[in-house]
């Protein structure tokens, strides 16, 4: 099976995506998000990128905390 168009399409391609979308969005609701305290700045060249201030990478990365939002 493939995700390609054509005759050899998958005919669930929609399905399946309609069914990621209901999990993630359970999923994201029982986490919380918040910024890590580390500054982060732009760098900005052909592909605009998050890095961490002072780490001394150029790779891009974007710190977070995320908790468990306990739902009872």
Do not use: C
Not at 55 to 69: A, D, E, F, N, Q
């Amino acid at each position: 099976m493939t995700f390609l168009g054509r005759s050899r399409a998958y005919i669930g391609f929609k399905f399946s995506q309609l069914e990621i979308k209901a999990v993630l969005s359970v999923l994201l609701a029982s986490f919380g998000f918040e910024n890590a305290e580390k500054k982060i700045k732009w760098k900005l060249s052909e592909i605009s990128a998050l890095v961490v201030e002072g780490k001394g990478t150029t790779h891009s990365s974007l710190p977070m905390i995320i908790s468990s939002l306990d739902q009872q």
